[in-house]
């Protein structure tokens, strides 16, 4: 679990970043992400899943291995789990409180925060300042 004893919900880009080996994921962050790991409260949503293969189909990222190698393996790290779209998901992502615009699966993400008590890993402008509009609970990381 995070800090706060939620379950860590990572947006895609951090998922990637990860386990890449980023730099970007450094220090008090990396502690908190090893964590999680550990106590088994890292989670990423299925359409991460999506999200990969499709950045990978249009070369937005490049893999060291095809992306089916890539999602199997990085799937198999110790502590994480999927969070399928259940019927609460999906009706909590269209039904958001206050002014969030973001993209479909930014709202299923976020859905899956509210109603699984996490707290979302994200470098998205967009998710943090509803974060900061109290929504959701986010733990920024630096893009």
Request: a negative charge; aromatic letters at 6%.
């Amino acid at each position: 679990m995070d800090e706060t004893g939620k379950l860590a919900i990572l947006d895609t880009h951090v998922w990637l970043w990860l386990m890449e080996g980023d730099p970007r994921l450094a220090g008090e962050l990396a502690q908190a992400l090893e964590d999680a790991s550990t106590t088994g409260s890292l989670r990423i949503t299925a359409l991460s899943l999506w999200e990969v293969a499709a950045l990978e189909a249009l070369h937005r990222v490049q893999l060291r291995v095809p992306v089916g190698v890539w999602l199997a393996d990085a799937l198999a790290t110790p502590g994480l789990s999927l969070i399928e779209i259940d019927p609460t998901i999906a009706a909590e992502s269209v039904r958001l409180p206050g002014a969030f615009s973001g993209d479909p699966v930014d709202r299923l993400l976020v859905a899956a925060a509210r109603t699984q008590a996490g707290t979302v890993y994200t470098a998205d402008p967009d998710i943090i300042a509803y974060g900061a509009q109290g929504y959701v609970d986010v733990a920024e990381v630096a893009s």
